[in-house]
């Protein structure tokens, strides 16, 4: 069975940082995509980043530059560094797994991912 569980989050103000964590169990964690996604209130979730086994990223537009998605494959452990921090960062953050081999690309698209965690929620102030 597939778990997937987020850790890091909190809250600080504008221009902090945070790291966000999730850990994967029940998987070939190898052999799928991960990716972050958000979702703040009243808003539909919306992809973040995703990176794939050999380290491939992509990101939202909204978070070139500032965030920076990584992996751990001997830990099964994904990451989202988190920098430059604002106000419409604030959200639930989810980590969700998919299957590789349906992709040349790790898709950002909520659809698209089978597994997902509880999230975890990051809050930025003013």
């Known amino acids: 069975q597939v778990q997937l569980v987020e850790s890091g989050g909190g809250s600080v103000q504008s221009g902090g940082s945070l790291r966000l964590s999730c850990a994967a169990s029940?998987?070939?964690?190898?052999?799928?995509?991960m990716g972050w996604f958000r979702q703040a209130p009243g808003k539909e979730r919306e992809g973040v980043a995703a990176?794939?086994?050999?380290?491939?990223?992509i990101y939202a537009d909204s978070v070139k530059g500032r965030f920076t998605i990584s992996r751990d494959n001997a830990k099964n452990t994904l990451y989202l560094q988190m920098t430059s921090l604002k106000p419409e960062d604030t959200a639930m953050y989810y980590c969700?797994?998919?299957?590789?081999?349906?992709?040349?690309?790790?898709?950002?698209?909520?659809?698209?991912?089978?597994?997902w965690g509880q999230g975890t929620q990051v809050t930025v102030s003013a």
């Open positions: 969700a797994a998919t299957y590789s081999g349906f992709y040349s690309t790790c898709p950002l698209i909520m659809n698209d991912y089978n597994y």
């Open positions: 029940g998987m070939t964690y190898s052999i799928y995509c």
């Open positions: 990176i794939d086994s050999d380290g491939n990223t």
